[in-house]
């Protein structure tokens, strides 16, 4: 069964405080693992996809890794703006279509 | 580009009435849809896929005669939850798949069912 761990559940992080969160992942036949961030009541936004072992990406104080078991996003000097809730997906092919399992996410927190 | 949209973006509701919620892809045509269910301090939880001009496929455990989805165009998909019961109250978002690999998610319909 393809599965997806976010840790830590909840993170609290003072301004410029640099931290990284871990999505973990079991799936067979990855297809992509997506990072969104999701602020309260709202649909999650778009940040990164990644597809194989040791690739990486970046996006202003964001960058994702991926490897065969585990993805972390590092936040450097993260700023109150970003705070939010950052999801993890894995894309699988599963009855016919692609289709993305989420994790619970992790509630990111940046003190002023 | 990309750009979602779902509405309403709430409603409540009476036991027993049905409701439905639109999910509109504004600047692309998407020939699948998703819809997803989400309570509180949980994950997106898939509940159907659908294709343009095709019956939706549900997940297991999702009940097809209560939520009724219809994608009648590739802009075009909606979600009726029929006589809804309070356990049905959630956050609801719809994604759009612009490619294989790519998912963009409206802003979400929070149903509350009194």
Redesign the interface.
Known sequence: EDQ?TQSPEALRLQEGESSSLNCSYTVSGL??L?W?RQDP??????LF?LYSAGEEKEKERLKATLTKKESFLHITAPKPEDSATY?C?V?AYR???????????TKLTVNP | GAVVSQHPSWVICKSGTSVKIECRSLDFQATTMFWYRQFPKQSLMLMATSNEGSKATYEQGVEKDKFLINHASLTLSTLTVTSAHPEDSSFYICSAGRTYNEQFFGPGTRLTVL
């Open positions: 997806v297809r992509g997506f969104y009541g709202k649909g999650p936004e778009f996809t999801l997906a894309q009855g016919g279509s692609e289709k993305l399992v989420f994790g619970k996410g």
